[in-house]
């Protein structure tokens, strides 16, 4: 920890550092997010209530599940399947932002930043979750389908870094 200390006073706003620093903190929010992913589904898979009509054109069972699905109920996918993955991100990321703004940037959110943060990490966390079905769903048709999940939740968090550091870095905690 005081190696950290160390490099926190000798590069402090350094845009790269912030970026290792980032990146340290995205390792702990995967920690979080991994334990709720395996945690979650055991609160929400008896739900079977059907997503509503607006996502049930980006969650589509005949790409997201090969064949029959508990997550399936008369063609459509249910909360059961869509909750565990996005609100183990949700609450990740949660956590991310206030580490983030206390140790990487060193920043002060406010209301209004912390409410755009939702609606971004809300779409993002959507898309993503369509990301990884569809990314998993083609690979498993591959030779690397063993490796599928796995490149999928790496695509989809190289997307998250792509979009949640320049926003934290840039709108929400910028240097005053």
């Known amino acids: ?30 920690v979080v997010q991994l334990l709720l992913a395996n945690l979650l589904p055991l609160i929400f898979d008896s739900v079977t209530t059907k997503l509503p009509p607006f996502l049930q054109g980006i969650f589509n069972p005949e790409v997201l599940f090969d064949g029959e699905s508990k997550y399936v109920v008369d063609g459509v996918v249910t909360f059961g399947y869509v909750l565990p993955f996005f609100l183990s991100n949700f609450i990740a990321n949660i956590y991310g932002y206030f580490v983030n703004m206390k140790a990487t940037f060193k920043g ?69």
């Open 108 to 176: 002060k959110g406010t209301k209004a930043g912390l409410i755009g943060y939702f609606v971004v990490l809300t779409a993002l966390i959507l898309f993503t979750t369509w990301l990884q079905g569809y990314i998993t769903a083609q690979l498993n048709k591959t030779s690397v389908a063993s490796l599928a999940r796995t490149i999928a939740a790496m695509a989809a968090g190289m997307v998250q870094v792509a979009v949640l550091f320049p926003l934290e870095k840039f709108v929400l905690f910028k240097e005053k």
């Open 1 to 30: 920890m005081n190696m950290f200390r160390k490099l926190d006073e000798k590069f402090g706003n350094n845009a790269v550092w912030q970026f290792v620093k980032f990146n340290l903190v995205s390792l702990s929010i995967t």
